[in-house]
């Protein structure tokens, strides 16, 4: 099938940056702690999220915080995300590459049942073969899904997959199935937190689909 992208959604095909800040402070609310700004998410978020909140709160939270810090955060942002749209020119890339005959697909740790009428609703879904979020609960590594993932991709190659994404975890996963990755800065982490992972780093998605064709070739 040749050359494959599976992209992330939450923070790449999806820019839902003020929806994610204003149910992590909704979430942190809920324990007294003070709000942070979108360049303390940027520099500090990391997975397994209970470790984020850890480096902001110097522990980490108990079961019961995590229940609460967690049912509040999705709350939020169910609410917001309504307000969010996908990334400048995501709507294009897609068409292209598909048009390109190239395959894509979607891995998110977002939940299932809520990304797929979301993905359907901006009128991208027949771009993919394959469109999967979370099942389960929250948290984990995106490792195992991404394991679970490519082995349900008929005909395609891991050595030929490059992994789009926004987060460092999105680059462990790609490394975990034998594929490669490009990381994209307008998500959830900062440029400094993302080159630390020795994958190519761009700033725009146009920049992520063209270095994918390149390493993927």
Wanted: glycine share 12%; net charge negative; hydrophobic share 45%.
């Amino acid at each position: 099938m040749g050359a494959h992208i599976v992209w992330d959604w939450n923070g790449t095909l999806f820019h839902d940056n003020d929806a994610i800040i204003g149910a992590t402070n909704a979430a942190f609310a809920e324990l007294g702690l003070a709000p942070i700004t979108m360049e303390q998410y940027r520099a500090l978020y990391c997975v397994p999220v209970p470790k984020f909140y850890e480096r902001l709160m110097g522990r980490l939270p108990t079961e019961a915080e995590w229940l609460v810090m967690d049912e509040t955060f999705h709350r939020y942002y169910s609410e917001h995300r309504v307000g969010c749209g996908l990334a400048v020119g995501a709507a294009e890339l897609l068409a292209g590459w598909r048009s390109a005959g190239r395959s894509q697909s979607i891995l998110s740790m977002y939940g299932h049942d809520e990304l797929v009428p979301l993905v359907r609703g901006f009128g991208i879904e027949a771009h993919f073969v394959r469109v999967d979020g979370r099942v389960g609960p929250s948290g984990g590594s995106k490792a195992e899904h991404m394991e679970r993932h490519v082995a349900a991709l008929a005909g395609v190659d891991p050595a030929r997959t490059v992994v789009i994404g926004d987060a460092a975890d999105d680059a462990v996963a790609a490394l975990h199935v034998g594929a490669r990755a490009v990381l994209y800065t307008g998500g959830s982490h900062g440029r400094a937190s993302l080159e630390e992972v020795g994958v190519p780093v761009v700033d725009t998605l146009a920049e992520a689909v063209a270095e994918a064709e390149r390493i993927a070739a």
